[in-house]
Nanobody, 114 residues
Framework: VQLVESGGGLVQPGGSLELSCAASGIFFEVWLLGWYRQAPGKQREMVAITTTRGGTDYADSVKGRFPISLDNTKNTVNLQMTNMNSEDSAVYYC?????????WGQGTQVTVSS
């Protein structure tokens, strides 16, 4: 299984970024995909997840700002980040969970700074 993330970078406060994660090498049932993040000195935390049946869950800190979307035909999960602030700065990881276990991407750095 490969999870390839793209779209990280530097953004100013109040700005937007979109993260994308393309999954490949999947030959089992997938239950959910999502995004997690880890800031320096902090534990990894869930940002947003979506099930393959359409259910979603969000961290309170990003509700209404970071909609997650899943393209089943392309095995791609996207995170549209809007109205960003310095507390959103972290390494963002794509995650997939299914009948064969959990998998992680390599991570992409997101920095919010003026």
């Amino acid at each position: 299984v490969q999870l390839v993330e793209s779209g990280g970078g530097l953004v100013q406060p109040g700005g937007s970024l979109e993260l994308s994660c393309a999954a490949s090498g999947i030959f089992f049932e997938v239950w959910l995909l999502g995004w997690y993040r880890q800031a320096p000195g902090k534990q990894r935390e869930m940002v947003a997840i979506t099930t393959t049946r359409g259910g979603t869950d969000y961290a309170d800190s990003v509700k209404g700002r970071f909609p997650i979307s899943l393209d089943n035909t392309k095995n791609t999960v996207n995170l549209q980040m809007t109205n960003m602030n310095s507390e959103d700065s972290a390494v963002y990881y794509c995650s997939l969970r299914g009948s064969r276990g959990s998998y992680w991407g390599q991570g992409t750095q997101v920095t919010v700074s003026s």
